[in-house]
């Protein structure tokens, strides 16, 4: 074991060169051990709880980097955590194929993309014969398939890879083939004309997973209002407050940009509308006939006729009018829209605009027609009130954003319309809003428009998205109420890790609504009943995880014929639907096999814990909790997601363009894979952005170094043997190094049961090896044999190595081999228990009060200049402790640290009445309490009897060592100790107060 009086102990430096780690023979050893004893491999054991965890399968199209390492690297930790509790823990892993980027990227290599080329060729060191191969989609795939698999392996995941597939798979395509039938038939996938993000030139619904930056096009339905004007033609305006359409006093018209009159088709109407709103008008479905070009400063001052109230109202010009927002009007109702209020003031004030326009006085007086809280009576103009309240200065102040976001929300919430809006009078806003807007949308005077609210919003193939209205297309029908009613039952009854994350979830389950599920072209499983549609990525992809309790069976090719499957099949294993005999004879499989598929089922299923990083919330991890509760009775819903953020390198984005893309298995040669597992979650917990750098990795490398050196010396030392049984030794520093490590391993596993990874990590690695430190340094200054240490320091490396294994499982590995005498993983080694009896809060005290004295005596020794010859610490009198404990108890217990009731208190008490000669004192010691943490007050209100004076005999040397005073003689006195010969030196010993003995050097 580690030898105490050895100079060079301590200095890993030293010990790292003399006994560096060979890791690649290490990782390679582990890797072939874990495949051999099949320890990852997890079959049903009906003695055992299970643990089923999944995370998200990668997408092949690239080889994975840091950044995705992240996720699966929790979610293995994770895995390891619970098996070392105990459970049979089934961690699968699966491969996406589906969709367009594998096949977009094919196409770049038969184009010779020179980007992508030299991509592979730098950045993925993909060999030139293999990348040109490319051209054929699943090649890729598979090539970057084998890559990340190869990866996974070297990060030491313990995956069972006998359940691994592809999605495009035979036997996975029959299975999607049936979960698509069964959704067909609950009605929950309808076919109708909806809107969709779309990519003009791949004439193909967008999605994440087809948009640069991975960006979800989001949009909202606009209600068109027709303003006509008096040749016929109609200027639309597009507005998400169709009911302040009373209170509309003018339209806006930006004077510099372009727009069009247009004849539509469809409608037999004639509009004037932006260039651009024409463009998204086709794709929504209408049929555009441009007739003429028209200026926008040629149509100022034109009169158009409000439909509802039928006043005629000016166009008059706007800078903030958009050409690609809306139609490029924009109806103007300055008393609740603080942007039409500004402009309005602006062009007021703006006598050049006036002239260069025509426009002669402007009159114009904004029309309250909403009351609210704090905005009642109609006189009052909200937009004008908030303005004032923001001070915003003109109508380019980003603030009027955050005005304008303020009271939209405000009024929907708490407005009420008010007398001048005719029937809608007294009706809450929220209300309202929805008559009005079908008023007039059943009268004809207005339309619905759909418009991007994320734009700009760009395809991988860079052209820029739009909203399409797309007919017969196949939608999953997210927006079906009793669906979302089970989608939020679900949530609600799950664990959301972390906590804060289930509001997300809510309100995604709220706003999403039809969603196309099929495409004309990429890669996957065609719409069984209609085969010019493929399944899209995001709708292939939600319930699969049951697929990993199949594929076991699938991949056995033996077992199973793809040929003779049909639908009953997965509805006898993964419903309980079907008579047993009947389909196994239909399939061709024996009941045998049939039942146990069925109960390997039952045993794995639900998923017990999802992981995913936190940018999937929106769709695939909403969509997995609507296709479960789809199919699945209760007992098989989800029981847990695990949302993680995402890593960035160096505090920096990863992106190709930046070159710090660095693939995992470089890194993983190069750094090994146990540092770059523990340098990708200690650095942040779980929501947090974590920064990964070469730094951290190096620094907890040498940790390691310095685990695996102690590993190696306690296995080398030939008493080890006897350590299990030897005698425990009491000495005060090998007492506290056990308590410490109790405490450790409590406040360890809480944060591990709550996924807080980065605490975990830090209490394994930095906090105990600061107290291993301690303990070292306590024990060399009183020059104790290593014999002596054995017990204490074998138990803390048993312990610790233990709760190090799901973090750096090839490190504990090794360590475990060398210091257990069981040949079996550290996987079977039970993660530890704390024992609440090892836990010796005089041991605590003790210590803390020598390093609090090494601390003071320092301070002195340097403030002073003093080279004492004796150094005397007074401790304070038994009274003082009482009152001490008094004050303790009232502060602590009762909350009160009023200086006069304790006062009050302490004279009561006989054994504490000496207090009031002293109130400087108490005072001092009320101080002293409130500064103290809260562990330290808890542990000082159970310590009885304490005496300061044993731990600091005890550290004798090590005081005088760390504060540079090695010839001084070091005395302890009691303060009120009545031997003569001890005597209070100048009175010194009444500073004394308890944990704080007074220090005093004498030079002579
Ligand atoms: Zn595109």
Not at 355 to 360: N, Q, R, V
Not at 367 to 395: A, C, F, H, R, W
Not at 605 to 624: A, C, E, K, M, T
Not at 889 to 894: K, R, W
Request: aromatic letters at 10%.
């Amino acid at each position: 074991m580690t030898s105490i009086n050895n100079k060079n102990n301590g200095d890993a430096k030293n010990r790292g060169e003399k006994n560096r780690i060979d890791w690649n023979s290490i990782e390679e050893k582990w890797r072939d051990r874990w495949e051999e004893q099949r320890i990852f491999q997890a079959d049903p054991d009906f003695a055992r709880k299970k643990y089923f965890i999944t995370v998200a399968y990668p997408y092949p199209n690239s080889p994975q980097h840091i950044g995705h390492g992240r996720t699966y690297t929790l979610a293995d930790v994770h895995a390891r955590y619970m098996r070392m509790k105990g459970y049979n823990v089934l961690f699968p892993m699966g491969f996406h194929y589906t969709g367009t980027p594998i096949l977009a990227m094919s196409r770049r290599v038969a184009a010779r993309d020179k980007d992508l080329l030299e991509t592979f060729e730098k950045i993925y060191h993909v060999p030139k014969d293999v990348y040109t191969s490319f051209v054929d989609p699943l090649k890729i795939a598979r090539y970057f398939h084998n890559e990340i698999r190869l990866g996974m392996k070297e990060l030491g995941f313990s995956i069972d890879w006998r359940r691994e597939f592809s999605t495009v798979d035979i036997i996975y395509s029959k299975f999607i083939s049936w979960q698509f039938r069964t959704l067909r038939k609950k009605g929950l996938i309808v076919q109708g004309s909806h809107p969709v993000g779309w990519c003009p030139n791949d004439q193909n619904p967008v999605s994440q997973h087809d948009t640069i930056g991975d960006v979800e096009p989001a949009f909202n339905e606009y209600t068109l209002i027709k303003f006509r004007i008096s040749d016929g033609y109609i200027i639309p305006t597009a507005t998400l407050r169709p009911e302040t359409v009373y209170g509309a006093t003018n339209l806006w018209v930006n004077p510099n940009i372009e727009y069009v009159k247009i004849y539509l088709r469809d409608k037999d109407e004639r509009w004037i509308v932006s260039k651009e709103a024409a463009i998204k008008l086709e794709f929504l479905d209408h049929k555009v006939t441009i007739e003429s070009y028209v200026l926008g400063k040629e149509i100022v001052g034109t009169l158009a006729k409000n439909p509802i109230t039928h006043v005629w109202l000016p166009l008059y010009p706007a800078s903030f009018v958009q050409a690609d927002s809306g139609t490029g009007f924009v109806m103007s109702v300055p008393a609740h829209a603080p942007y039409d209020y500004q402009a309005l003031e602006d062009l007021k004030n703006n006598d050049s605009i006036q002239k260069e326009f025509g426009l002669k006085f402007i009159e114009v007086k904004p029309i309250t027609v909403i009351e609210s809280d704090g905005y009642s009576g109609i006189d009052v103009i909200p937009s004008k009130q908030i303005i004032n309240k923001l001070n915003i200065q003109d109508q380019t102040d980003p603030e009027i954003e955050k005005a304008t976001n303020e009271l939209y929300s405000h009024e929907f919430y708490k407005g009420k319309m008010l007398q001048n809006t005719g029937k809608y009078s007294g009706m809450p806003v929220s209300e309202a809003k929805d008559k009005v807007k079908s008023e007039i949308l059943m009268s004809g005077d207005a339309d619905t428009m759909f418009e991007l609210i994320n734009k700009p919003v760009n395809c991988r193939c860079g052209t820029q998205c739009v909203v399409k209205l797309l007919n017969d297309q196949w939608f999953l029908n997210y927006g079906n109420t009793k669906w979302k009613y089970l989608a939020h039952e679900c949530v609600n009854n799950m664990e959301i890790v972390p906590e804060e994350i289930r509001q997300e979830f809510n309100y995604v389950i709220d706003w999403l609504r039809e969603r196309a599920c099929a495409r004309k072209t990429g890669l996957g499983t065609k719409l069984p009943w209609d085969q010019d549609w493929i399944i899209e990525s995001l709708s292939d992809s939600t319930i699969y995880m049951i697929y990993y309790i199949l594929a076991k069976y699938v991949n056995d090719k033996s077992i199973i014929d793809p040929d003779n499957l049909k639908d009953s099949v997965f509805d006898y294993i993964f419903l309980g639907r079907g008579n047993l005999v009947q389909v196994a004879s239909e399939c061709n499989i024996s009941t045998a096999l049939l039942e146990q598929i069925r109960e390997e089922f039952s045993y794995f299923y639900p998923v017990d814990s999802r992981h995913s990083g936190r940018d999937l919330v929106p769709n695939h991890l909403s969509f997995f909790i609507f296709s479960h509760v789809a199919i699945f009775d209760r007992k098989n819903w989800p029981k847990q997601i695990v949302v993680n953020g995402s890593v960035l390198m160096e505090g920096k984005k990863m992106s190709k363009s930046l070159g710090n893309i660095i693939p995992l298995r470089d890194a993983i040669k190069e750094h090994t894979a146990d540092a770059i597992r523990l340098a990708m979650l200690i650095s942040a917990e779980l929501l947090q952005d974590a920064v990964f750098s070469f730094d951290t990795v190096k620094g907890i490398r040498s940790k390691l170094q310095d685990i695996y050196d102690m590993g190696k010396e306690s296995s080398t030392n030939s008493s080890q043997l006897q350590i299990k049984s030897a005698k425990i030794i009491e000495e005060l520093e090998d007492r506290w190094l056990l308590s410490r490590l109790q405490r450790s391993i409590a406040d360890t596993t809480v944060s591990m049961d709550k996924l807080r990874v980065r605490e975990a990590a830090h209490n394994i690695l930095y906090s105990l090896d600061h107290d291993l430190q301690w303990f070292e340094k306590r024990a060399k200054a009183k020059n104790r044999e290593s014999s002596s240490v054995q017990y204490t320091l074998f138990t803390f490396l048993n312990t610790r190595i233990r709760m190090l294994a799901p973090f750096a499982p090839f490190l504990s590995e090794e360590v475990w081999e060398k210091i257990d005498n069981s040949s079996t993983s550290i996987i079977f080694a039970s993660w530890p228990t704390a024992d609440e009896d090892k836990i010796d809060i005089i041991a605590e005290e003790s210590e803390q009060l020598i390093m609090n004295l090494i601390f003071d005596l320092q301070k002195i020794v340097k403030v002073t200049r003093i080279d004492p010859k004796k150094i005397i610490f007074y401790v304070a009198a038994r009274w003082k402790l009482k009152v001490y404990n008094k004050i303790l108890s009232s502060v602590f217990l009762e909350s009160k640290s009023n200086f006069g009731d304790i006062m009050k208190q302490l004279i009561k008490d006989p054994e504490t009445t000496k207090a009031k000669n002293d109130p400087n004192l108490v005072r001092k010691m009320i101080e002293d309490i409130l500064s103290d943490p809260i562990e330290t007050r808890n542990r000082r209100l159970l310590l009885e009897n304490f005496d300061e004076r044993l731990p600091i005999e005890d550290a004798r040397n090590l005081l005088s060592l760390e504060s540079g005073t090695e010839h001084a003689e070091i005395l302890v006195y009691l303060e009120d100790d009545t031997d003569q010969s001890k005597h209070d030196l100048k009175s010194k010993g009444k500073f004394a107060r308890p944990f704080k003995p007074a220090i005093y050097l004498i030079d002579q």
